[in-house]
């Protein structure tokens, strides 16, 4: 049902990679599980809500009051790579 | 009570003590709180290497905060300062790595403490180190972990269950009095099952979650693993609370206190018939049919009841949990913090190969699974369709509770499989969450605690309640096991020293 | 703008249909979902907490002013606000977005179905529809290093700082109403002056906190939609409309080619005049839309809404109507004293000091405009405020000062800080207004000058300015010229006969 083209685009949105062999024994397994979970779509819950939140909650809000943050060294403390306070990253484009 | 006086030279055998156990010999005077995590850290040294519960054991962190208790007057302790913990690692601890049991996480030490940890050390409570689990809390086995396999302490060749396979182990080994777990689709509830000790899931909402890495936010709950109802309700009480930061959580109306109910007359017990089908193994039903009996002796009064948008459950959190986790584990990207491969030529390049490094099998599966339902022109198709499956079993529960009080199943269909039993199969895996799933999807609190055995290995009896009944449900569980008495301490033998 | 390729009311070719989507950043002093301080140019990382740096575990929190701030733009452009209003999740990865998913809102905004009326260059209104108003949370910022241009084209690297990440925006969608470059501009000039006074952002294209992005189609009058592109971060009035105009110009000659307009990003380089496509290698993005779990929806009741738009300021729209009405301006006028906030302030300061809201209307939309432009400066930083002013103007009210005098007196205000009676005082320019004195000399004046006083009496009215000429000399400039007038036909008609 999920076809070999549409595990790669999936995987793309993820940037997730899978060598042959993985695609292999991935294809078979999601297909598994997207049929099981499919069942769902025979039901008619037309008249249903979708639910979010099961305890409804609403307007948790805070008030627009500053408080203490990090350090720079603490923000970057884990960066893997980390030049004059920023973290770096390859080339994009 | 196996405890010795505590003075040099006598070791403390911590393998059945109770968190109040542990929390009156430091009252008394009995024991120190340096000899107390001693005896601890000793118990993991002659263990842990069979039953592999520890990621991290913080020897001298831990005994860093023993001697701190040690120093103060006894007259001017917090009622649970000096009280050893474990930790599943999937909290952010200030200064501690934090793995969720993921190499993508390999190294990663938080800035901050979860708004749970900081109740914990504001508590006074010792930090022992943190547990194993299935990585990212995706899995019913901790089979999934990245670094190690724990063991069932019952028997060395079988699963603990998941994902807080750790933290149920460390605690039936006696490698620590209690610890916390996470519960998503039954990850508290169905180690403890397995392993024969109790687990209990709050109402969703209960406990912050302000410092838990997020696996499905709309299910995530901690909650405690203990070695009986009465600790269960003390560390609720400790870690529930509203949180300013997380704008989910609610708290308890009250404190849940200590359970003391005795009998449980009055009381109406649903069987949900879904749960004790041909699913659920024969043995496994003959400990649940004897569970039946003794609430019956009790007083309370069981009868069956049909909730039938449970067996839709799997599916539905199938969809929702992997579609927000695929989101939630999206940060994951080698930018900030965590594991960067270490050849890319560009960033699509570096994105894609350390996520691909990190997470495991199970871990992209689900996020592929996540992914796919979110995806454009499957959104509402499945999604969608399975928030509106998850309102149909909101509803069927709430019938049942117009006519019960509480709702009881196994909480297990099985007893512990055996490791690499159920690897190859992941939606036979999936299936073993079957009674604890829909009861994440409902919001609800449920507890599962130790009714009985079949072939040796733990079963667990699970009850659910209405949200926000944890007191009730406690006292009844509490009943319930006083009724049942079952035998906590697994046949583990120690290391030679 | 090509002459004759744009729809003209001669011969339309061609006409251009624009929408606008507007981001604007609050000035909160705390960010949309954490207590960061929202800050500008300060160091790399140093107003980041693990909220905002996408730490696992962290939940977000909203501020409630933002949603205030946004409500109050949501009412000033006429939208209706909406009960119920949610976030959710837009997925996608990038360096600058730390979750890898940006907090935004999708089908339940705060505010849908407003209209801003723009008063264009030639006096006409236009109405543009504005579609949704919503809230979200800003990306940090990249820099690119290491290539020559600092774009992304040619960098080896980037560099991350999410110091702006997390600020409060909100995105303000035009309905595609605007048919060219000028309307363009003076729709986001208007727009922009509309947010201003709502004291809800610096919109300062150049520091970043207004952005605009355009979506551009072409098509033959009467024709359906074409396809659209999308120019993105405009940075300026005069970029915006350049890239429009090549934008524009460039689809024309596609489609006049008989190539088709691919639906795209691109990208204007004010260097070159060109416009690039952006496609990289990552395909169009599928956000994945869905609910944030981690937040609650936001219900704003009538009570709350009324009480938003009690406390806004009065609007352009209904300072223009008001300005009108009470002052007797001209429209357009009013249109532009009601644009400029302080600009207005000050009008109506002048007016209501001197009384006379057509002489102060004179001088504010003249002399001192004109000397703001001149020197670069807002009304704010005029050397002369406007209590100097009306001083001033009360002077020639008073005949004190003829008008060319007075303007002489302004430009001395403003390089000497002085204010007019000192000036005046100083140099001796009181207009001469006694009537004795003056009458003398005018007698003097007609007595020397038979001739042409004959040709006066002939009917020859112009010789007036003859006598008038003298007068003036006479009297260094400094004779009320009313006076002057009226006492040289006195004398004139007199002499004779």
Redesign the interface.
Known sequence: M?SRQ??E??????????DEEELAQ?QP??D???D??H???E?D?SG????????A???????????A????A????????V??????????? | MTADTGSAGYALDVRCLTAHQCRELLTSGDVSASELTRAYLDRIAAVDGSVQSYLLVDEAGAMAAAEAVDAKPRSERLPWEGVPIGLKDIFCVKGMETTCASRILKGYVPPYDATIIAKLRAAGLVFLGKLNMDEFAMGSSTENSAFKITRNPWDLERVPGGSSGGSAACVAAGEAPWALGTDTGGSIRQPASLCGVVGLKPTYGVVSRYGLVAFASSLDQIGPVTRNVGDAAALLDIIAGRDPRDSTSIGLPEPVGQPDRGDLEGLRFGVIKEFVGDACEPGVRDVFDSSVDAIGALGGVCEEVSLPSVERGIAAYYLIAPSEASSNLARFDGVRYGHRTSHSEDLYEMYTRTRSEGFGPEVKRRIMIGTYALSAGYYDAYYAQAQRTRTLIIQDFERAFGRFDFLISPTSPTVAFKIGERTADPLAMYLSDLCTIPVNLAALPGISIPAGFSAGLPVGLQIIGPHFSERGLLGAAHAVERKLEVDLVPPLAEAAR | MSAGRVATDAAPVWEAVIGLEIHVQLNTRTKMFCGCEVTFGEPPNTHVCPVCLGHPGVLPVTNEKAIEYATRIGLALGCRIAERTIFHRKNYFYPDLPKAYQISQYDLPLGIGGHLDVELDDGSDLRVGITRVHLEEDAGKLVHAGGASGRIDGADYSLVDFNRGGTPLVEIVSEPDIATPDQARAFLTQLRSLVQQLGVSDVNMEEGSMRCDANVSVRRPGEPLGTKTELKNMNSFRFLHRALEVEIERQIDALESGERIIQETVHFDPATGLVSSLRSKEEAHDYRYFPEPDLTPVELDEAYVERVRAGLPELPAGRRERLIGQYGLPSKDAALLAANKPLGDYFEAVAAATGDARLSANWVMGDVSAHLNAAGLEVTQCAVSAGSLAELLGLVRDGTLSGKMAKEVFETMIATGKNARGIVADKGLGQMSDAGELDAIVARIVEANPGPAEEFRQGRDRVLGFFVGQVMKETRGQANPQMVNDLLRRHLAAHGN
């Open positions: 999920i549409e595990v685009h999936v995987a793309r949105l993820a940037r997730l990679h899978f991935l397994e999601l598994q599980i997207i099981y979970v069942q769902l779509a039901l819950l249903l809500e979708a639910t979010s939140h099961a305890v909650l609403k307007n948790v809000l805070r008030p627009d009051e500053p408080v943050g990090l350090t720079q603490e923000a970057t403390g884990n960066g893997p790579d030049e004059r306070g920023q973290f770096v990253v390859p080339r994009i484009g």
